[in-house]
């Protein structure tokens, strides 16, 4: 197995920043869509292992389970191409600092791909409420099923964020998250092989999981999961804090933020600072 630099990963970062803010609208969109789609199937998966587990071998095990399943999503993405906003959030503030592009193209590839990643997810959020989330009877009448249930918990306590202690916590939580996440990518690139890349996105998507960071684009599907399940069969007494608003109020826009934060400051500007002149080099050898 072949391994990079992390200078020569910071290289390829730029040059794949570069190509990803050149894309047609359209065929971005697409690969957002899809990638927002993979995330909710890692999700999806997650959600149905961990149903149960915290009952018999407790809530640290039953967490671990929910992260050593979830990144299933991330490695669809990265061995297919698509694209998701949590990786461009480091992708094109690299290609900036190395000269590639500039805010103009940056903007577009954020909006475009955070849309695509959000219908995506939707999607994804609409056919398994209405398939392994439910139970249907001969009459067409919903009821949860312990996946569905398990599906209402997860996103009743991701819009459980209140005051503003609450909002910087999300806030923490998506930086670390999004500090991982492209770590993940960051050790992907660093191999040459499908196995290579798969064990370095696995381990840092399993530890932010596990550890109860935030995701945006994993929210987009967790919490619409729970809000269209609940809809559909009914759920907790309690259930009104779930709902559209506090999806974006109580955890997305605050996710988001801090996933940028951790991707543009934390992994793009750190590392162009550690590498400058080994990254200079290389792109004056091209």
Known sequence: MVTFSPAQVCVKIGTAGKSKCCLPAGNMFVRAFLAGAYIAMGAALATVGSTGVADILGAGIAQFVLGALFPIGLILVVLTGAELFTGDAMFAPMAILQGHTGLKGLIYLWVVVYIGNLVGSLFMAVLVSYGPYTVWDAAGVATLSAFGTRAIAIATAKVSYFGPMGILSVFFKGILCNWLVCLALFLGLAADDVIGKMAGVWFPIMAFVASGFEHCVANMYFIPAGIITNMIAGGP???????????????????????????????????????????CALCEAK
């Open 237 to 279: 007494a309690n259930i009104e804090i779930l709902n559209w608003g506090t999806m974006w109020t109580n955890n997305i826009i605050w996710s988001t933020l801090g996933n940028i934060v951790g991707a543009a400051i934390f992994m793009a500007v750190i590392y162009s600072f550690c590498y400058k002149s080994e990254i």
